[in-house]
């Protein structure tokens, strides 16, 4: 794990359960308490999280910072993972995505292209239709009114900014998709894609139920992994794009089992 994604971890963990202390922490993330004191303080010094004797508590301003944190510091492996996903998207597409920073660049990277820019206004079918849970990727492309925005509804996470609960699951019980591009925080080939929270994972799997292909996006650092709550077993994944580090034994298994796997 790099240390922004240590970073990042440490405030969804502060965020989750309000206040830790460092040896729950270092072994959470398998890494040494002196680490973890050192992030701690790094992370006080932006005000991102306030020091306790012996750990860390979650300010008033934490709420929301975990995914903030990391889309600020998207790199170019989430934005090559990005245009390979939105190379696969076509004019008049109806495509899901869930929240996350890389799914944010996917978002981002299919809206930039010029078949989704503005056209002919006389044409009155909208260049592209997304449905998302994601109240950061819905508030970005609502202002493109030639894109289409369904948002689900539901009650936000403030960790993720996604929509959960049955208001979310409901909507989606209703609508017809393309192409289903899905982050996940874990992805294994015997278990499948995963999520740490289950209320996430439901409307994820929601999301991909409704979908005639699924498209995991995802970096390497999260196969091999396993999360609390399954999103989709590997026999439904279509296709999974990830970076040129992963394990090239782990892409034969992945291919063994009927994926397409695309590295960037």
Partial sequence: MSKQDRLSRILEIVVEKGSVDVETVAQELEVSTATIRRDFDSLAKKQLLSRTHGGAVATGGSLGIPLTY???KEDEVKQRIAEAAADMVSRYDIIGINGGTTTTAVARAIVARPEFTPGDVSDLQPALTVVTNAVNIAAELTVRHQIKIVVTGGVARPQSYELTGPFAEEVLKEVNIDIAFLGVEAIDSMIGA???HEDEARVNRQIAARARKIVVVTDSSKFKKRAFASISPISDIDILITDSRVDSRLVRDFR???????IV
């Avoid at 063994?256 to 695309?262: F, K, N, S, Y």
Wanted: aromatic residues 0%; charged residues 25%; without cysteine.
């Fill in 70 to 72: 990391k889309v600020a």
């Fill in 194 to 196: 995963a999520a740490r």
């Fill in 256 to 262: 063994a089992l009927g994926v397409e796997i695309v």
